[in-house]
């Protein structure tokens, strides 16, 4: 194995029992912590050398070659840095704040990602903007982030200033004392007014990017409590509007629940939410050969979930005084449930 170290131009034998294998997947497991994605930048940054010419990640090895990486495989840690971006600030004092975080906006970069556009832009750079001063309890790459929500999820979410605060805030997490209320609009007429999902939470073995609530070892508890708000039927297709409170707060929690109560939340592909809705009954109608000749039916874009943090509650770590902090639904979830309405001919409050 090739130890991180500083950099100098290292050259690796292929043996020949290494015949057969992908050029970056064997280079991967040469190298001592380094991803596999990480040797894909570096090939197709042209820092690879095989026998001296450039060559696909997808290069299958003959054995005996020589390679040369004239890149560095272990890339400086990330840290965040201040970035002047607008943001919304529902409450703030010396110890925490709590931002509305608006949807397409990652919280954090990931451990793996470089000081490049894919870090920039994060809620992270804003707060180091705004607040100078952080918690550093998360580390150079989340100062002040306790919690978490999934980039195409907006609302509230809360920070620390402080490393006491910090501490304190994620205790209350821990032991559930952070009432969490969010917005959700899924996909079908749901059956029960209200209802309780306490199915457990895991990474999904076969496509690591989702989550499952699929028992196995790995599952971790998660307890999610839904009611309706609202129910739609509209030539888009049938919808209801839940708010869901949450008692733990898994990844994609909401998300998958919900879909594995076969109610997945409007525009999240990932849990097989629709990414567009297409009027039904436009689209039936063009089954007939005179409607053939009309436009194509109507489709309704959202361009991200349609999941909000609406609300939070919870007793001040430092004062003790109660909060409760809303975040009303932004423009593009509300002009898209309007439009909704508008189509709908059966909608109800609960």
Partial sequence: MVEAGDFQEQTINVPAEAVGQRLDQFIAAQLEGVSRSRVQLLIDQGDVLVNGEHEKASQKLRGGERIVLTGEPHPAPLKATAEDIPLDVVFEDANLAVVNKPAGMMVHAGAGQNDDERSRGTLVNALLYRFKKLSSSGGDL???????????????????????????????????????????????????????????????????????????????????????????????????????????????????????????????????????????????????????RKADPEVLRLGRNFLHAAKLEFAHPVTGKALQLDAPLPEELEGFLKRLESESGNSRSA
Avoid: W
């Avoid at 002040?144 to 609302?155: N, Q």
């Avoid at 708000?229 to 297709?237: I, K, P, Q, S, Y």
């Fill in 142 to 292: 989340r100062p002040g982030i306790v919690h978490r929500l999934d980039k195409d999820t907006s609302g509230l979410i809360v920070v620390a200033k402080n490393d006491r605060t910090h501490a304190a805030l994620g205790e209350m997490f821990a032991n559930r004392q952070m009432k969490k209320t969010y917005i959700a609009l899924v996909s079908g007429a749901v059956e029960r007014e209200k209802g309780t999902i306490t199915a457990g939470v895991s990474r999904d073995p076969m496509r690591r990017t989702r989550m499952t609530v699929q028992p196995n070892e790995n599952a971790r508890s998660a307890v999610s409590h839904y009611e309706v708000v609202r129910r739609l039927a509209t030539r888009f297709g049938k919808f209801t509007l839940v708010k869901v409170r949450i008692e733990t707060g898994r990844t994609h929690q909401i998300r998958v629940h919900m879909a594995s109560i076969g109610h997945p939340v409007v525009g999240d592909t990932l849990y097989g939410g629709a990414g567009q809705l297409t009027d039904q009954v436009a689209a039936q109608a063009a089954q007939s050969k005179a409607a053939r």
